[in-house]
């Protein structure tokens, strides 16, 4: 019997392993506990970008994703318009 791959991802830097190939946002960051009122980015070396809840992602080892506040307009904003990790 053959086993699942297991994919090794990180969210806000602590990591996660899943056998899902695919997964949305809200899967994430349920698998990272996560808090729903949280914007989840995909961070591809010195940039973001948003992440739709229910937006299918391929997943791949190594995958990277900060996990941002709804509340915290500032910080939100700034990530969600220059797309760049602070």
Known sequence: ?????????????KRYVTD?????????????GVP???????VHEKN???IGPTQILPIKN???FR???RSTPEEY????QKQRIL
Do not use: C
């Open 1 to 13: 019997m053959q086993s699942m791959p297991q994919f090794e991802i990180f969210v806000d830097n």
């Open 20 to 32: 899902a190939e695919q997964m949305t946002a809200d899967q994430i960051k349920q698998l990272a």
């Open 36 to 42: 729903s009122n949280y914007e989840l980015f995909s």
């Open 48 to 50: 973001m970008e948003p």
């Open 62 to 64: 190594g995958d990277r």
């Open 67 to 69: 996990a941002v506040h």
């Open 77 to 80: 904003n700034d990530l969600y």
